[in-house]
């Protein structure tokens, strides 16, 4: 019963409920839209730094240093230490403090570091003794990870250990700690967290001395690898990186091979972003110099997200000059989407006190603020008390997001 | 001041600390083991069915149709129902019942499977009347599915009506009634699940249409595809599959490539088994003809999940055949080789009273009776109130798992 005609039949009638079809303009004309965008995203000058900003002297950050570069740096904290004890003022770390009141935004680079501010923590102290040693151990294991060049997780450091460590919170804590003291980042560490996020498209890169070619992943797409210090020679003929919140989204995108239709690489971490996917994210913008268009849901949790991507969470903010790509551009669904789109009401849903609660203080956040486009939205949200996920756009047909969507956004550049 | 020689240094002290390194034999030893078990595995005669144990008159399973047979089924449906409707006798589903008083464990075939009661729902009944039309809803988008020949999520069937279906619960609800109803697998609807798992090592396979050499994945690996119909051509070298609960394992093996050391396909669902892994492994196992070892934490949890994979969960009883991979073996970490490894204390945990509770309820499921070696571990974890999870290894070096642990359990052919 199933032929072809009737096949055709059905995505006629199907085009006819799709609003905003008879916008789109042909493809070519979409991707030259796209060229421009892309050619004038790559001849942005290079980032600034804290050094850039005359910060540096005040602000702290880690950078990424090689194994032997770890290694060599404890040794001669150890040795420091040991001239320290031996010439009588006790053993004692000098550790920079990771607290709140430590923190800064710095709007000319769009991210949160670490101030100056550190803190001496003494073995021969009751309060102190334990955290003192409990770095020492860390210290010793990360000395261990270079010499035999392995990567392990936060888990796997926790058991060396447990009489000492007593609880997880408290290794994985002067893990942060340790990565302060050496001035380098917790990857450069060798400590790794759980891969989440996965990528497919128009990339080839090598994980771990494997070249993997991201058009050839199927459906399913390829995981990110825990460790970024293993990926390399990264490669792409992509127009855009398009930054999913959600895998199914994400699945509706790998499916139509939205990648050959309009080059771009699509990667998710399937919800709150991971330490991994933020590096690779971060290494991709970097090395490929693409713009990178984020698909969240209309939510302050989607905003949230994005905004982890973009300048970090506090608790490793740190770290944050290698975690954070930088202009990250809002695509949607945004707030304005829902009537624009006329997304159906039963589609949206109504917020909860404390979406309203989250929504209010992102607009006292910095990073918003100097997006007048983003406060305009987060207005909007805050003032109708709507929100709606990617999945919304279903209600249209199943593959509006990827047929309609998606290249109408593309090609009216409708991003802030 | 990183030389060579201060590494190997390294290494050797460690192999001091590290027990039972001694009786490893070499690894072409613990290779003519593992053949000799492989050869003896594959010679394994086809899986019993329902149907040689003439029980499908009296239970119930479905099967994977392909999208023409679904797109029939529901026509056929769709035509019975107009001739009902005309006839006098109304509009109504017969719809087999998924609830727990439905359902037997057949131990021949050591799973869950669905008894042949059923049940009638009526259009013009009260109660009814609303499950009747999303079950009609669910139905006409399943149709809409085979004649595109498209994948969707459950979240986007939910959002294509959203004042119908109130709640995704109700349409994933009655999604797995129309399963029941045509008779076929979740995944021959075209409606898939989140994918989570990852899988590396001697496996090549396709996916949609691209050949994925599961040796050259780096060491993120391939995210295992979300709809399973689109797998194909698997072909292996490898002598056993390794299955792994959680991820921070899953690393350390890939990381340490221990498939080229002995030949394997290591796979993980990161935690609880969804459904696309649990059908990638079932295909694995069916194609490759290899045995499933299992590595997962020794506490009821591991079991638990253990038993996912092999007996299937009691939500979707109706699918057990496809979900399920018969005769997957318990390696470890089990109660008994806390004590055997010499585990050190600290690195053992107290059995909450929970665990206490899940462990006993274990005890009396059909699929742990039925293997006495299962029987005797859990009362061992029962009566010590001792847990451990496969990170507790670390407390002998990060590498006592691949190096020391896996291969002495294959020497030994440990497994139950």
Redesign the interface.
């Known amino acids: 019963?199933?032929d072809k005609k009737?096949?055709r039949a059905?995505?006629d009638s199907d085009s006819a409920s799709q609003p905003f079809k008879n916008l789109l303009k042909s493809d070519a004309q979409i991707l030259q839209i796209l060229k421009s965008v892309s050619s004038s995203s790559s001849s942005t000058s290079k980032p600034l730094t804290l050094a850039d900003l005359a910060l540096s002297a005040t602000c702290r950050e880690v950078s990424d240093l090689s194994l032997?570069s770890v290694?060599?740096t404890i040794?001669s904290l150890v040795l420091q230490l040991t001239h320290q004890i031996l010439s009588g003022q006790g053993f004692s770390f000098t550790v920079p403090s990771r607290s709140s009141s430590n923190q800064l935004y710095v709007p000319e680079l769009d991210r949160i570091v670490l101030k100056d501010k550190s803190t001496v923590r003494p073995f021969s102290h009751i309060s102190s003794v334990r955290k003192t040693t409990i770095t020492a151990k860390i210290l010793s294991l990360v000395h261990?990870?270079?010499?035999?060049n392995?990567?392990?997780?936060k888990?796997?450091?926790?058991?060396?250990?447990?009489?000492l460590f007593q609880d997880q919170v408290q290794s994985d804590a002067v893990l942060d700690d340790v990565s302060c003291i050496l001035g380098c980042t917790r990857s450069s560490l060798n400590v790794?967290a759980?891969?989440k996020g996965?990528v497919v498209g128009r990339l080839i890169f090598?994980?771990?001395?494997?070249?993997?070619d991201c058009t050839?992943?199927?459906?399913?797409?390829?995981?990110?690898?825990?460790?970024i210090d293993?990926v390399g020679d990264m490669q792409s003929d992509a127009l855009f990186i398009l930054l999913v919140e959600k895998?199914?989204a994400y699945?509706?995108l790998a499916?139509?091979r939205f990648y050959n239709r309009f080059p771009c690489i699509i990667v998710t971490a399937?919800g709150q972003p991971d330490v991994a996917t933020r590096l690779f994210l971060k290494k991709m913008k970097m090395e490929l110099k693409l713009p990178v268009l984020a698909l969240v849901d209309s939510d302050p949790y989607g905003l949230k997200i994005l905004s982890v991507y973009g300048c970090g969470s506090k608790n490793m903010s740190y770290d944050s000059a290698n975690l954070t790509t930088p202009d990250i551009k809002w695509l949607g669904i945004r707030p304005s989407d829902l009537d624009k789109y006329k997304i159906?009401e039963?589609?949206r849903l109504p917020m909860t006190e404390q979406d309203i609660k989250t929504g209010k203080d992102l607009l006292e956040e910095d990073f918003v603020k100097k997006n007048p486009g983003w406060v305009e939205e987060l207005n909007l949200m805050v003032k109708t008390k709507q929100k709606a996920?990617i999945?919304?756009?279903?209600?249209f047909g199943?593959?509006y997001l990827s047929e309609v969507y998606l290249p109408l956004k593309l090609q009216q550049q409708d991003w802030l």
């Open positions: 019963m199933a009737r096949r059905d995505s032997s290694q060599s040794e261990q990870l270079c010499l035999k392995i990567h392990v997780t888990r796997d450091l926790f058991y060396t250990d447990v009489k790794i759980a891969e996965v090598s994980d771990n001395g494997d070249m993997i050839k992943m199927g459906m399913g797409g390829k995981a990110i690898p825990p460790n293993r895998d199914a699945i509706r499916e139509d399937k159906p039963q589609c996920e999945q919304a756009l279903s209600s199943f593959q």
